[in-house]
């Protein structure tokens, strides 16, 4: 069974600053990756997907992600944060044999400090 | 293009209590989820439609809860009867196809259980 780690609960960076959120995953095969954030009060927005191809994706709002296999790792990073960013960040795997699955890691609150 | 709809958005019952809440996926969309947030965890999901047929639901606690989707497009889930950890988010959300195609989340409902 796929599962994902996100070790950091929570993380406080300047605004202006870099960023980067931490994501291993464990999974037999080549998984599907993805990173959503989720503001106070809403559902989750998908920020960037990983299927194939370039290890390195880019995303919406200036994220991007980069694959590394031989590290099982999907971490997100900016390189320069917005105090709108605050919010809670999920990174997810998906079973590439299970319909659609996903399942997400328990989520690091990013604070933005102005 | 209207998101996915949820209502009630916030709601307490004591345990013991039934409790059902609604979702209206995006138009067009065949598959449609119900996850459950508990407080400081990722969305876990519960139960996976593909049109009107379940897919997945080999995670929802069936002597309480159930889910239905009987035309294929909205969608409801019940609780019956409610316990105290039952209190949680719980997200719908869809996707155009089964096989990851994004899925489009909605705002959820935050359920109370005391």
């Known amino acids: 069974a796929q599962s994902v780690t996100q070790p950091d609960i929570h993380i406080t960076v300047s605004e202006g600053a870099s960023l980067e959120l931490r994501c291993n995953y464990s999974?037999?095969?080549?998984?599907?990756l993805f990173w959503y954030v989720q503001s106070p009060g809403q559902g989750l927005q998908l920020l960037l997907k990983?299927?194939?191809?370039?290890?390195l994706v880019q995303g919406i709002k200036g994220f991007e992600a980069e694959f590394k296999r031989s590290q099982s790792s999907f971490n997100l990073r900016k390189p320069s944060v917005h105090w709108s960013d605050a919010a809670e960040y999920f990174c997810?795997?998906?079973?590439?044999?299970?319909?659609?699955?996903?399942?997400f890691g328990t989520g690091t609150q990013l604070k933005v400090e102005l | 293009e209207a998101g996915v709809a949820q209502s009630p958005r916030y709601k307490i019952i004591e345990k013991r209590q039934s409790v059902a809440f609604w979702c209206n996926p995006i138009?067009?969309?065949?598959?449609l989820y119900w996850y459950q947030q508990i407080l400081g965890q990722g969305p876990k999901l519960l139960i996976q439609?593909?049109?009107?047929?379940?897919?997945?639901d080999s995670q929802l606690p069936k002597d309480r809860f159930s889910a239905e989707r009987l035309k294929g497009v909205d969608s409801t889930l019940k609780i019956q009867p409610a316990k105290l950890e039952d209190s949680a988010v719980y997200l719908c959300?869809?996707?155009?196809?089964?096989?990851?195609?994004?899925?489009?989340f909605g705002p959820g409902t935050r359920l109370t259980v005391t």
């Open positions: 990983y299927f194939s191809g370039d290890t």
């Open positions: 999974y037999g095969a080549t998984p599907y």
């Open positions: 959300a869809s996707s155009l196809r089964q096989t990851f195609y994004e899925q489009y």
């Open positions: 138009s067009g969309h065949a598959t």
């Open positions: 439609f593909q049109n009107n047929g379940v897919v997945d």
């Open positions: 997810a795997v998906g079973a590439t044999g299970g319909g659609n699955k996903l399942t």
